[in-house]
Each structure stands twice: as C-alpha cells, then as structure tokens.
C-alpha cells in the first residue's frame, strides 16, 4: 500500500469540549449593539429569544466549553469526519502541494450544519421550549435542524428565502420528511413578510427578510426560540469540532497545513475548521494563512464595509460589527445559495480586520469547475458553496506548482451537493450567470446602511 | 460514553480479496446456456462483451480472488465504510433486538455501485478498451461507473431506462458532471431500440429493453464493452467486500447477526453483504437467517419461477436460470426503480432454491415508513431500494419484542436517497401507488417465459 490518504480518529478522540478563540484574541470583540440605545446588548434582551446557555456562550470568552454528553452522543452518529489527503486531483493538477480537505458532507443531512444543529436542538429542549424557529437559505441548515429538532422532540418551523423554496423543492421535501414545517419568505405568517409581500408581492426573499420573520415569531410565541445557522459566535464555536477533529488528523498525517480554506456566506463552516488552528497560532506562534472564499456576487468581506449594521432587513434584531453590503443588498441568484447574506459574522469579519484571516472572491463558473474537477478525481459532488473553497484551494495549489514548492493546504469540504444537482445542469448547459456585481448597486445598498451612531464604541 | 454504536475498520483491514461463495455451495450453480445451442456458454462467447479478466472471475470457483493494487487504491477513497448499530432505532420501536446497518450510501455516489464499477472499469481499462457501454435503472449503478470511468479514463455510456431518466433528471446530470454520456432507453442508436419504438413509440422501456440496447452496442464496437451492474456472478462477487469488513466489523461489536437483511433487484447488494456470512456458516456451520427483501410490485424471488430465462427483451444475450417474471414482464413505475427488473441473479435465485437464504415481498408506503422512521432516528434519508431492508429489518426486531427475545439483526444500508426525494414528496403527499400485482398480469408475462429447452441441462 502507498501513503495514507484517509485519517480517521478513533472515538474516543472526539473532542469533548468546543473552541473558543476569543479567549486568544489579540483584541477583543466588538460587541453587538440594541440599535434603539447604541449601547451594548445584555443578556436579559436576549432572553425572549434563545436558551441562557447559549447566550452565555455568545459572551464566553473561556478558552474551552464542554460539550454536554447528550450531544456528544449524538455527535457519534458520524463524527469525527474523515479528512483525505486528494492524491488524485494533486496528480491531475500535476502540483507538488499536499491537499487535504476535511469531510464535513459524511454528516446525516451531507453538511457540517448538524454541528450547530444538534448544539441548538439539544440547549433549546432543556431550556423547556417546545418550538424552534428559524431561517434557511439554500437549505442545508434547514434540513440539519429538522433533522436535530425530530431527534430532541421540537416542533421545527424554517422560513426558507421564497427564490431557494422554489429552486430546490427537494430540500425542502428533505425538511418534511424530517417532520419540520417549510415555509416561503416572505410569509403572510408575520407583520414582517405581510409588510415585504405589501411592497412587493412578487418579493422572492432575503435572508435578512426570512430573518425578520423568525425572529418576529420567536418573540411573540412563548413556546419557541429561535435557531441560528451562522452570525452569532455560538453557532461558530460548535463547529470547532472540525478543527478539533483536523488538528488531530493533521498530526498523524505528519504535516502543519500552510494554508487553510473555508468557503464562507455566514462564516460557521470556515470558523469551524480555522479557528483551532488559528489558536494554536496565536498561542504558540506555528504560522497558517487562513483564507475565506466568498462568491464575487455577494462579496461582504472583500467589498463590503466593515461598520455596524443590522443582520434582518426589518432592523428587528440588533446591530452588530461587521463587514456588510447593507441589510437591503439583494445578491442575485447564485447556486451557491448558502453564501447569499449581506453580512459577516463578526467575528470572522474582526479576524479579517486584525489581519488575523484573508478573503478571496471567485465568479461562479471557475467554481464549478474547480467542483467538478474535484468530483471527477474524489468522487463526492460537492456543494456550490464548498466549490469557493476548492476554487481557492486548486489556485493555490498550480500557484505552488509555478513556484516549484510543496506547501500544504487543508480545506473545509462543507457539503456534498446531491441537493444542488440543478446547479451542475445550469453550468452543464453553460447557463451559469457569472456577470460581476457591479459597484453602482453596491453604493446603493450601501446607502441604507444605518446612520445611527453607536454610543460608547469607538 | 455509552456502549459504541460505530465500528470503523483501520485502513489496513480493507479486504485484500472477493469472497467467492460458489467455493462453499453445497449443489453446483446451473450454467448460464445458449439460446440458440441450449449448451453451456463457453468464455469465447462471452470475450465480444467482457475482457477476459472478469470472465474467468464469473466461472470461477475458487473461494478468493485477489483484488488488485489500483482497485483497492481507489476502495480506500470510501471503505471501510461505517458499521454502526441504530440504537435510536431500537428505543424508538422499544425492542430488545440489536440492529446493526453497514453504510454503504458513505461512497463516493452514494450507494454500494462502486464497490463493482470501479472493478469494471479497471479490468476493462487494463483490456485495452476505451469505451464503457452499460444500463442503469434508478441511476445508482449509471453514475458509479461514470465515476469509475472518469478514475480509469473510459468514455462511459448509460443507455437509462426512460421512465427513469424522465423521473430522475438528477441522476442523469451527476452521470454527466463525471463525464458519461447518457441516453433514455429505447434509443434510435441501436437496431433493438429502434425496433422496440417501432412496435411502440412511447415506450417507457425497461431493464431489460436497455440490456438488449447496450449489448448490441458493446458486440458491434470493438472499442466498447459491456459494464453489468448486477445479476452475473463478478458484479455480486466483487461487493463481498462489503461482507468481509461486516464479518470483522461484527466481530469488533461483539456480535454474530442471527439474522441479515438487503433488498434484491439484480441481487448485488444483498450478496454482497450476505455471502461472507453464508460461507462462514457453510464452512462452520455458525447459522444466519439471510433474507432477500423485494418489491411486491416486481416479486421475482417470491411469485417468480425458476426457470430458463433471458436477461434482455430483445433475447440477445445468453439464458440463464433464475427467478423470473417473465423477461416481457414491465413492472409497475415504483420509485425503487433498482429493484425493477425481471429476473434475479441466478446465483442469489439458486441460493433461494437451495434454502440458504429467504425472501419477503413489501408494498411501498410500508417501505418508506420504515425509511423515514430510520431517517430521523439516524439521520441518512435511506434510498428507496433500502427502505426494503430497513422494512424487513423493523418487522424483524418488532418481532423480537412480541417474543422477548434479543436476537442480532444485520441489514444493509444501500444507498442514500438523496437523488430520490420526488419518492419521498409523493410518499408525503400520499400519491404512492400500492396496487398489488395481479395474477393475470404475472400469468401474462410466465406465458412469454421461452420455451426452448436446454439440451444437456435438466
């Protein structure tokens, strides 16, 4: 046999507790502001709407956070992933980089979104509610937290964006069969979709919109929280998982990656595989670039504008740090529907400013290519979304190739894309829309960003 | 942590060889015959459409067949796959049974097909062939040898039953991402397909119609030959891997299967799970209930004869005996569409025959209640085909519970069912057809049965 290609931990090296990189920042976080007084949110403002375990842990800066046993459990289901070393698409390319990637599509649902999923289900059950309440865009938070909801016995309502509900049918179809409720935003179900659909009955949705929606229904049902795939620090810490998981796989690989790549919309899944490492780089000084790879349509971290903003359109939420093209941009209707919100979590949108990350943007079709080369030599379809990654990932690569060095890459492959095959037949039939966005609607969305200035923060 | 729930082999435990069952039968398999000479063919007749290799793999008898370096190369992308018990499962139903599944829908297209095609085209490839030709129904088989062929460099074309290619227009962009071409069966590019669009031009065509199709194609071009997803005795040889990991998988648990469970169509799966358990018990006698669950819409092992049949409607191909309908017989369009197919393998049929496995029948809406109520204990939204197994597995250990007894149950997970959410959506809406099959109907297809008689063949 010829070198490993395939690390798999054992069980009982599954990690027990969850990252957190705030406690290594070099500089702290700003924290998230009640747009009707500019000061900082407390805890009792978040209250009506999440578990108070998980908002602490949104204010946690303690290095680590166990993971209670029951999501351990289920967290076995399939975890840890296995990471590859892709010999065959290194062969193709003909470069003397090592690529590895982390499989987060080996998860129930074919994503890394059961990370967050189980996490929220399980802390919103304790908490006693019966109802959890969320948003999805493409889908593939969607089906996690049905599918955790069904495990923990909640009664699960998603407010799918209306251009997605339509697209991808099936994945919705998946969300049912989970047992969930599936509804288009905008909805007649609140004051917010009726007010959107009232300026515009043929909206076909935002996630700022949907976001507006659960977050109107979380506050006013008393049996229900709401459930957040991305943008807070919480969902971002339980996928340090796949980190965790990966340093670990690295080290019996035998190497430190030079480089690592996320594709990001929110930024959960890059966070996830980056900030274990990122943390050992700021506590021990072992140097990785780490790169986010954001689609060219809805660029927030390469072309957006680091301030405060609010992350729903109805400005219901609070306001929150970080790079946006403004609550009202509506990115067009890329496949790669999970990276189609106009901000940043902050997080990620602080690491990028501190210098601590970088950020790339990729045209759509140079994706897919990138993905079906990938599919070609590794067999799993990935997600359009996970396509930015392996974009980033092959360049860097034929780049290692010119300069005649072997660095190592890991990338994140957040998800097979078995639910996005009417994006390949698009790019397949060439009728993927690839036209740059242009900076005349960008100025206009930035136009609307709030003019409230923020008390006490700089 | 609780008791273990998932068995994961080491790399270097991955099966070195295929376990060939015929080395341990009690009664020798009957021979595959010509029509037009009822003599048992000879490998020269068969060298047109197959390279030597598997050939002399479909007449062996010897107990192991060394799997080839590049072969098991590629099986370490995916395998060992996960053997894991369902222990949510088990609560749910509130049963004293074990319930183990092997995850074959972890491979790279998502179902068991590769274990086969990447052993196809390999052998194909090292024959000197450039072309791949081969039919598929649901599709599993269609895009695993794409994906083969891709690995192996072979121009791949899937002549696709039509019924299915217009249901699962999916499918047929996955084949085409990795590189196969695929055309809906019956096509004008063969003479048997022209034929079967005169007779009836809307034909919706059948397994055995595209059969006729592809081994015209693969006899006529000396640079194509014939991939067989199922029903000769290699493609079932060569999913034995999936048997020898569950043996040493088993083992790891601590427990030998009473009882093991797949869903038939061609019969691949099942054996391949099934066969290294059957020959431990031959050789040693350790017993196991294997039981093959089929369609009651396409009831070849439990309303079929056992006869001398064709493989192909166009009665190009050689005879052979097996559990037939009839090989005119056009089951119904359920959405298992790898378990339509008239005949089963004859060497799962003459296992039947001799008593060393069973077989059941279930109608659809019981299938996908079991798959759904498994979804959302386990997470993997199980494919249509599998649903069979997870049936009988179900009735199985509620058995148990009626009778207070523990016993082992082992099925197979054969795919996901990602490519097949129309299925699910008409489940859920209530629109899946469960009419039995009629006697006549059956009566009709056995009165095509052929009526040559087999000379020196009892």
């Avoid at 998860?107 to 509610?129: L, Q």
């Avoid at 109805?314 to 209707?333: Q, V």
């Avoid at 079906?372 to 799993?380: L, N, S």
């Amino acid at each position: 046999m010829s070198e490993a290609i395939k690390f798999i931990l054992p069980d009982d090296k599954l990690p027990k507790h969850w990252y957190n990189i705030r406690a290594d920042l070099p500089q702290p976080l700003p924290p998230v502001l009640n747009a009707a007084t500019g000061k900082p949110v407390g805890v009792e403002e978040l209250t009506p709407l999440f578990p108070l375990e998980l908002i602490q842990q949104e204010f946690s800066t303690e290095r680590h956070i166990e993971i209670p046993r029951p999501i351990l459990e289920v967290y076995r289901l399939w975890r840890p992933t296995p990471l590859r070393r892709a010999r065959s698409l290194e062969r193709l390319l003909g470069t003397p980089a090592r690529i590895f990637y982390k499989d987060e599509s080996a998860a129930p649902t074919g994503s890394f979104k059961p990370n967050e999923a189980v996490a929220e289900a399980f802390y919103i059950r304790e908490a006693g509610a019966k109802k959890l309440v969320t948003v999805t865009g493409a889908g593939q938070w969607g089906s996690a937290i049905a599918f955790a909801g069904a495990l923990f016995g909640l009664q699960v309502k998603v407010f799918m964006v209306r251009v997605s509900y339509e697209q991808k049918p099936y994945r919705r179809v998946l969300m049912e069969t989970y047992g969930a409720t599936c509804i288009p935003s905008p909805s007649k179900e609140t004051e917010a979709g009726r007010r959107t659909l009232a300026a515009d009955p043929t909206s076909s949705g935002s996630l700022a919109i949907a976001a507006s929606e659960a977050i109107e229904l979380a506050a006013t049902d008393p049996d229900a929280q709401l459930g957040m795939g991305s943008l807070l620090n919480y969902p971002l810490l339980h996928n340090t998982v796949i980190g965790l998981e990966a340093l670990e796989q690295m080290e019996m690989a035998g190497y430190w990656p030079d480089v690592i790549i996320g594709c990001v919309g929110g930024g959960s899944n890059f966070t996830g595989l980056a900030a274990p490492f990122l943390g050992k780089m700021l506590r021990e000084g072992q140097k990785v670039r780490a790169i986010a790879a954001e689609p060219a349509a809805c660029p927030s971290l390469t072309r957006g504008r680091y301030a405060y903003d609010f992350l729903d359109a109805a400005h219901m939420g609070p306001m929150a740090k970080m790079h946006t093209l403004g609550s009202s941009f509506m990115p067009s209707g890329i496949h790669a529907g999970g990276l189609r919100f106009h901000g940043m979590a902050p997080l990620v949108s602080h690491l990028k400013e501190i210098g601590i990350i970088e950020a790339v943007a990729f045209s759509q079709t140079g994706c897919f290519e990138a993905g079906i080369m990938f599919a070609r030599c590794e067999g799993i379809l990935p997600g359009p979304e996970s396509n930015h990654a392996i974009r980033a990932a092959i360049d860097e690569a034929l780049r290692c190739k010119q300069e005649g060095t072997a660095r190592t890459i890991l990338f994140n492959l957040s998800g097979h894309g078995n639910f996005d095959m009417q994006a390949y037949a698009d790019y397949l039939a060439g009728k993927v829309d690839d036209r740059e966005l242009d900076q005349k609607t960008l100025d206009a969305a930035f136009a609307n960003l709030p003019s409230v200035r923020p008390h006490n923060v700089k």
